[in-house]
């Protein structure tokens, strides 16, 4: 299983998007935002499982035995053992997930064509151009601070969770 998510992380993001944008074309999910929120899911579940696989594989399994004996059913030994021992794993998860598909561009560059559904990055390049087709610099540093205001909140609300999320399973 491990080398199976690894074969998918080595496979560049870009690799992805054509054979994507043909079937996405044939169904008629371009410039929706379903059909980009699954491009995004696409391009991160590989390192989201392999970072969740080391979260499980670093709770001890004499936690999970002692839970079976007193008595706790599989989905008790979810709610009860296993999900509060990798909260730390999850919000990890959540921040690279949420950051990566913020900030990512080429994905919404070739999916969104329509300037009503243009994602954020896409506008700042859009933005750029100002008078006489010179760089107008002033609206450009604006929109680039405009755009990190959403995320600094939401890094420093996870911080506390962030690195024990990445140093979960680092011991084995």
Not at 35 to 53: K, Y
Request: aromatic share 12%; with cysteine; hydrophobic share 50%.
């Amino acid at each position: 299983m491990g080398v199976i998510l690894i074969c998918g992380m080595m496979i560049p993001d870009q690799t992805l998007l054509t054979p994507l944008y043909l079937m996405f074309s044939k169904l008629g999910m371009q410039n929706t935002r379903i059909g980009l929120a699954i491009v995004h899911t696409a391009i991160q579940l590989p390192f989201s499982i392999f970072l969740m696989r080391h979260s499980f594989e670093a709770i001890p399994l004499e936690l999970e035995e002692a839970a079976v004996i007193d008595g706790c059913n599989s989905l008790q030994l979810l709610y009860r053992i296993f999900l509060p021992s990798i909260v730390p794993g999850i919000v990890t998860v959540a921040l690279f997930a949420f950051l990566t598909s913020w900030n990512e561009f080429i994905g919404a560059l070739i999916f969104m064509n329509k300037q009503t559904m243009f994602t954020l990055p896409i506008m700042l390049v859009a933005s750029r151009t100002g008078y006489y087709s010179s760089t107008d610099w002033g609206i450009l540093q604006a929109g680039i601070v405009i755009s990190i205001i959403p995320c600094v909140p939401v890094y420093l609300l996870l911080q506390r969770y962030y690195v024990p999320g990445l140093m979960s399973g680092a011991g084995r």
